[in-house]
């Protein structure tokens, strides 16, 4: 008789240790699934900084592209002030001809 009691306390130790490994497997399945999302989440936030810094890159380019041009517009308007001043004062009736 003891030893079919060792056998069957036998049995429910093996058991219970099934119970166990089968948590175990649970919880281990569960954490994959997190974190085979947080990695799809991640590679999808990725993407987006990887677009926006591609868009931002072009408008620098297309910005520095520019800036020459504008530059340019910018030296020749303030040519064409200098020579409108320098008319003005030069012209009588204008501020350096005036009494």
Sequence with gaps: ?????????????????????EKLNQNVATQTQQLLKSNADTAVKLGELTTKMEQLEAKLEDTNRRLPQLSQQIAETQGDLLRLRNAAAGAPGGPAGSP
């Excluded at 008789?1 to 490994?21: F, P, T, W, Y």
């Design 1 to 21: 008789m003891g030893d079919i009691q060792k056998q069957i306390q036998s049995l429910e130790r093996k058991s219970s240790s099934k119970e166990e490994v």
